[in-house]
């Protein structure tokens, strides 16, 4: 309720209609209206009228299977104009492609935005066979990704016990290699620190990898994250130590040229 009050006065349609938008952009298959209105928390009506006047912009339209919509290409042209006017982009894109024509694996780079990864950059495979679902845009949980542990392992000492606090009923065990104990996840994340890269180890999907490393700022705070995905078979085959040594390079060559000056020992 004290939400409602900060809102600007007049404002409410405005704001009901960007949540359907974020809350549509979690199922890009579409979304029941039924399903929808429950997740935004209002009446099926009120959820029908906002769906209505979204359309006719051209941001909604109905999806394949009855009573569902989904966004439209609109949402994502305005997302890529966005997403064009960040600087980073171009200074890693360069960077992210030769390591793509390198290793032949899907490049994946994110930035963190609250409690979640989001991917603002992705390259397809060029010569391995795996298609992973990650797609740019995408929010990333923090816990079970590879660029999110990196996250968790460079923030704040004491944003680990608020994450795991706050998102308590979120994590949970994806695959039986999911970290969902808050002592084993510290332990982990100490690691990560010590050795400046992560791994998922199947711990989202079920025979799909992935390694990521930090990229520093100027300030040595950890801003963004690159990562390479490929099945586990594939990283068994190409070498764990090869893809990390390419992978640190670029991330390297990324932080220097957002200023940041490695330590020498």
């Not at 960040?86 to 694996?105: F, M, Q, R, S, T």
């Not at 700022?217 to 893809?243: F, K, M, N």
């Amino acid at each position: 309720m004290q939400e409602e009050k900060e809102k600007p006065s007049g404002s409410q349609s405005l704001f009901r209609g960007l949540q359907l938008l974020d809350i549509l952009s979690n199922y890009p298959n579409g979304c029941p209206l039924a399903h929808l209105s429950e997740l935004a928390q209002l009446n099926k009506s009120t959820v029908h009228r906002l769906l209505q006047g979204l359309q006719s912009c051209g941001y909604v339209k109905p999806a394949p299977a009855a009573g569902s919509y989904r966004l439209t290409t609109k949402c994502i042209a305005i997302g890529q104009k966005a997403l064009s006017s960040l600087n980073i982009i171009h200074v890693a894109a360069p960077h992210l492609e030769a390591l793509n024509l390198e290793i032949g694996e899907t490049i994946n780079f994110s930035t963190r935005e609250d409690d979640h990864a989001i991917l603002i950059y992705k390259l397809e495979p060029t010569t391995g066979m795996l298609r992973t679902r990650a797609y740019i845009g995408q929010h990333q949980e923090l816990y079970c990704s590879a660029m999110g542990k990196i996250y968790l392992a460079y923030g704040r000492p004491e944003y680990v016990v608020e994450y795991w606090t706050n998102h308590r009923e979120r994590i949970k065990p994806l695959t039986r290699y999911t970290i969902d104990k808050l002592d084993v996840m510290q332990q982990e994340l100490q690691e990560i620190r010590a050795q400046q890269w992560a791994k998922d180890r199947e711990e989202n999907e079920l025979g799909v990898s992935c390694l990521a490393v930090p990229v520093f700022d100027i300030q040595g705070r950890v801003p963004y994250a690159v990562s390479i995905s490929l099945s586990t078979s594939r990283l068994e085959l190409l070498g764990e130590a090869r893809l990390l040594a390419a992978l640190k390079n670029t991330a390297r060559a990324i932080s220097q040229e957002l200023g940041y000056e490695e330590k020498t020992a």
